[in-house]
């Protein structure tokens, strides 16, 4: 198999959708390994829903034990503090979210559709699964940017017509960023910005649901 | 109206019924009032409505803090849940709680975090209602009224929440009920003391009047009802925290 | 004449509805006076609506080269912090406000109905005048107490079957302290409890618009 | 975005265009931004929509204190007012505000200070709209939608509020913006700042990153685009407070 961006690679390329100074939001998995690979230069405040900003480095498992409970982030996953940090209560933490003051939300994804709409809260049916903060992020963020990988574990499309799981919204994704492509969606449908080393636009279009638009160069992925 | 300082969490909660409904904060072991759920858990009440974020066990990576004391401990009280996270699905596991769900004995209100937080807020505020554009399409818009606003844009209707109890974890009080909170254990709590009827904080230390800088009080004492600080060997207490803690590696740097 | 309660007794009067650790907001005129009026014994939170909570007594005059611009209470008058006084935004100061949370307020009126309507932001046309928080005072408050003269300077009944002048709230007043009389206004009329000493329950009923019940006995006003 | 520092009061409000409107907080000397307010009145910019809860002069007792910038001062400005209280007719006075209104030279919408702030919140956290108890069978309700709720009370349906510029008066700032501010000087000031397009932030104070702790910030630098230290000699100083101060007697105790 041709080889395709690492998780790490793509939270890369995702983390350069980021300018310095803005406040984001991570999404769990692919999402929280950006705050690792931020471009060089760049300061950027990480925002936790129960009411956290600016906070600073995870902890490594190997100092869990010398880490404070009150500092963990919304996976649950410990932060040291940083200078600048601010704790706000939680209803102020989605005021923020939900009146568009954060420059993005960079969100994981079971589905995405050209014209948007994502779908990632539950692989299940409704009523299980966890929604968290993730409707309230998905309408909130000024950008919402998916980091994923392009296809199921199963070789399915996830960038696809209609989504088929529960949606969390409609037409909120601006950018995807996956193993194989950068892929622009909105309400003229998915655009091919960019694709990873060595692969064709017509094999990123056979492991994606709807047609992609090509107009403009379509760039190789850097991160 | 006067805020009470109690020694006992049993006394505390002591006039707690049957079939009451309960706000509760928990963010994993940060900003839970642990001692006043051990207290309603041995008290054995039935019938709860419990309106709470999320429903889940505390953990530190993957190892699970059984005795830690949180919300997931009360699945069998549980009549009616409010929540943004249910259970553990997400792992492929079947907690307690869901399993009362898909058995019928729990009747599961599914929000999400911003829109709980949101309708408890309107609650403690006196706003009747609000317009959130959260939800559109999905499946939280079910039953709700669906509106067009000044902007174009689509919003649902959402209502207030309140609840029969509060519980509160918070850091420090003061002996009038000003308090004032410490990290991301801030959470929910302060806007869920705004919207129940009897609010009941467990605190790390209770203070003399003036020993709060005014500028820093979080919460004011005029929503808080009760109070009771927890015991050094209490659960939360800084000695359990290290207790648990002390289970994980150590290597580099102290905090 | 006869003699009437002076300012100062109605405000003590007032005052005795008060309980020791209420949380109270005093309108302007007999209301502010209650804070020196209290009963023996008790301490009462008063409310700011800019968001201060708890503040301490007002700087006399003979001192205000001494005070701090920004302790002023809602009437732009100078207090001094008192330990346990609290600071809050406006919006949170409102949410206590709208939320039932005070205790109770203590207002003036320019009319009451005796069904508990009230007028008091303005003497003129709707236009001008200012509303302030009295609206929401007046809808928020768990009980809303009505300290003022009995009639107009012109003798006129300030306790009327309907109100002439722009309303504050409908059905929001539970009492009524005047220089003559204590009236318990609702939905089943106003019920003349106390009246000024020296004075007969018909020469207030004279003074007053709507028929007052006299069932229950009808003391005479202590402070 | 990044927080930008600015040392002149005027660079910071070069790009405010006429037409353009504006939030300010101002209870008296206190929580008002009276450097960014002169700047303004300097600019002379034109036909200001008005966002603010009081336009009366500062003051003292009976003694008005004119050399206090508020936004008294810029009723020329002003083609449309927002606000809870628009001059002194309650002194029999007319203030040169009313008298523009009364002129129809400014258009006056009147509302509580309750339903303002609430609404420049809702403006902030995006909420559509919201049921407010307030109002109800006032002139206030004139042309709002009125409901009965699920309590059985009539609500109105009030609309968010949002405004191009925000003047905002704290008292310290670290570099990323993060506010605290003193007293009750801080009223509407950090509802505000939530609610506008450009926040401009004045302050006795910019310290660096890391002095500020973290559990006292109240408006996070999220909130703030623009940052300026008041000058030692100028409006709303500690020192131009004590020169204000002075006129009146010291007798007695010293604060």
Known sequence: MKPRLTPEQVAARAALELKDGDYVNLGFGIPNLCASYLPAGIQVAFHAEHGVLGYGPLVPESEWGTADFDYVDAGMRFFRPRPGMAFCDMGQSFDMIRGRHLDAAILGAVEVSGAGDLANWTFGVAESGGIGGSMDLAVGAKRVIIAMEHVTKHGKPKIVEHCNYPLTAKACVDLIVSDLAVIEVGPTGPRLKEIAPGWTPEEVQALTEPTLRMDGAVKEIRW | ?255
Not at chain 2, 1 to 27: H, N, Q
Not at chain 2, 239 to 250: G, I, N, Q, Y
């Open chain 2, 1 to 255: 109206m006067k805020t009470r300082i109690y020694t006992s969490f049993e006394e505390t909660i002591e006039d707690f019924p049957d079939g009451a409904s309960l706000m509760v904060f928990c963010w994993g072991v940060s900003g839970t009032p642990q001692n006043l759920l051990h207290a309603l858990k041995q008290k054995a009440v039935k019938d709860l409505t419990l309106i709470t974020h999320n429903v889940v066990p505390a953990s530190v990576g993957k190892s699970v803090l059984w005795d830690v004391v949180t919300p997931f401990m009360l699945a069998d009280q549980v009549k009616k849940l409010v929540t943004a996270w249910p259970g553990m699905s997400y792992l492929g596991m079947e907690s307690p709680m869901e399993r009362r769900i898909r058995e019928g004995k729990t009747e599961l209100e599914l929000v999400s975090h911003g829109i709980l937080v949101e309708r408890i807020r309107a609650g403690g505020a006196g706003i009747g209602g609000f317009y959130s554009p959260a939800g559109i399409g999905t499946v939280v818009e079910r039953g709700k009224e669906k509106r067009v606003l000044d902007d174009g844009r689509e919003y649902l209707l959402e209502k207030p929440l309140t609840a029969d109890f509060g519980f509160i974890r918070a850091h420090r009080a003061d002996k009038l009920g000003n308090l004032v909170y410490r990290g991301g254990g801030r959470g929910c709590n302060p806007v869920m003391a705004t919207a129940c009827r009897t609010v009941i904080a467990e605190v790390d230390e209770i203070v003399e009047v003036g020993e709060l800088d005014a500028e820093t009080i979080i919460t004011p004492g005029i929503y808080v009802n009760r109070l009771v600080q927890v015991p050094e060997r209490g659960l939360g207490s800084a000695r359990h925290r290290r207790e648990l803690l002390s289970r994980f590696p150590t290597q580099g740097q102290k905090s």
